[in-house]
């Protein structure tokens, strides 16, 4: 792939770049990710990696725009309400950059269409707000091989993680999937209560959302170190971040399953 000289000059940012270059932004051109949830997490997420020139964005997203979306979906004006969500952000997107395929999704993940879409895609970038979707993600990445950056927020602090668990550390241990960092899901009605009723502060989403942009960014173009293992945690209210290893979970169900071939 060459880039054009309209190219050069959109991404002549990236270019100058010693860990991007020509060649960073070319695997940018050709790479394929997959955005699940077009919330406030993915709607950042979306435009930053559309702005970065990465060739084919996938949204998948079955729910309309609300009022109570706008004070962190940043890519919804008031005017959107009752509209699709992909319909929207694909039109934003694509004034943005012309360059990026859209392609809308409007439809859940579920376990019976999860293997479809992830085989259609790369890299998958997880904003979802539930745990039977982050879970069903998961497990299709799992045994896709396919790189999987994780995502999540409540009130003042939000976590970023990335996903390779067919590789292993430098002491032969295969690295962790999301099942790792959360084993089970919280109550039901505990996690209503977070999702519903606690709230978030808008800004929080945004740097979470971008957060999970340079990493898929940082995955694509190979350049400097992945956050696979480990989790970045971001305390919004003391400002505040720390990035922990994570460790494998014996007891993973996923164990002794993955897909070899």
Excluded at 10 to 25: D, M, N, S, T, V
Excluded at 28 to 45: D, F, T
Excluded at 184 to 207: F, V, W
């Amino acid at each position: 792939m060459t880039l054009t000289s309209t190219q050069l000059d959109r991404y002549k940012r990236h270019i100058l770049l010693k860990e991007i270059g020509g060649a960073g932004q070319q695997a940018l051109l050709r790479a394929r990710v997959l955005i699940v949830g077009m919330g406030g997490l993915g709607n950042p997420l979306a435009q930053y990696l559309t702005a970065a020139g990465v060739g084919t964005l996938g949204l998948v997203d079955d729910d309309c725009v609300d009022l109570s979306n706008l004070q962190r979906q940043i890519l919804f004006d008031t005017k959107d309400i009752g509209a699709r969500k992909v319909d929207v952000a694909a039109a934003r997107l694509k004034a943005l950059n012309p360059d990026v395929d859209i392609i809308c999704h409007p439809n859940r993940v579920t376990a019976e269409n999860a293997d479809e879409l992830v085989g259609q895609y790369d890299l998958i970038a997880d904003g979802c707000d539930n745990f039977l979707t982050r879970y069903i993600i998961n497990d299709a990445c799992f045994h896709a091989r396919k790189t999987l950056v994780s995502g999540a927020v409540g009130q003042f602090d939000g976590q970023v993680a990335t996903f390779k668990p067919w590789l292993r550390d430098d002491e032969n241990v295969p690295l962790p999937c999301y099942r790792s960092l959360v084993p089970s899901p919280p109550d039901a009605e505990d996690n209503a209560d977070s999702c519903a009723t606690l709230g978030t502060i808008g800004a929080l989403a945004g740097i979470i959302g971008t957060l999970q942009a340079l990493e898929v960014i940082k995955e694509i173009t190979g350049s400097g170190e992945s956050l696979a293992g480990k989790v970045l945690i971001f305390d919004g209210i003391q400002a505040r971040a720390r990035t922990v290893k994570l460790a494998w979970d014996p007891v993973n169900p996923l164990n002794g399953t993955a897909n070899d071939s």
